[in-house]
């Protein structure tokens, strides 16, 4: 079956870096566009990013242009979200996951998550 496995996230000072990763199995990796989406708080889910099959293709949110970068390594079916400059509004939960359309938030699969926390 589909498994989205996260890991990486962790506590982080404002303007630190932080990279996630994302291990998928269950599917052909290499064929599907792939986002993350992130849950703060008390918020509905945001998506962040996405990248095309083969990795040549990004699309970020505003909050995220500039400081986010969505890579994919297709030979170790891992995705992976580099974060920097990381700000207390981006905490939230961050989710792998393979979305119904780019830009989007609502997915078809999605993993079980990794916290993100940025505080002094």
């Known amino acids: 079956q589909v498994q989205l496995v996260e890991s990486g996230g962790g506590l982080v000072q404002p303007g630190g870096s932080l990279r996630v990763s994302c291990a998928a199995s269950?599917?052909?990796?290499?064929?599907?566009?792939m986002s993350w989406v992130r849950q703060a708080p008390g918020k509905g889910l945001e998506w962040v990013a996405s990248?095309?099959?083969?990795?040549?293709?990004?699309y970020y949110a505003d909050s995220a242009k500039g400081r986010f970068t969505i890579s994919r390594d297709n030979a170790k079916n891992t995705l992976y979200l580099q974060m920097n400059d990381l700000k207390p509004e981006d905490t939230a939960l961050y989710y792998c996951?393979?979305?119904?359309?780019?830009?989007?938030?609502?997915?078809?699969?999605r993993g079980q998550g990794t916290q993100v926390t940025v505080s002094s």
């Open positions: 269950g599917f052909t990796f290499s064929s599907h566009y």
């Open positions: 990248i095309d099959p083969g990795g040549g293709s990004t």
């Open positions: 996951t393979r979305p119904r359309s780019v830009r989007s938030y609502e997915y078809i699969y």
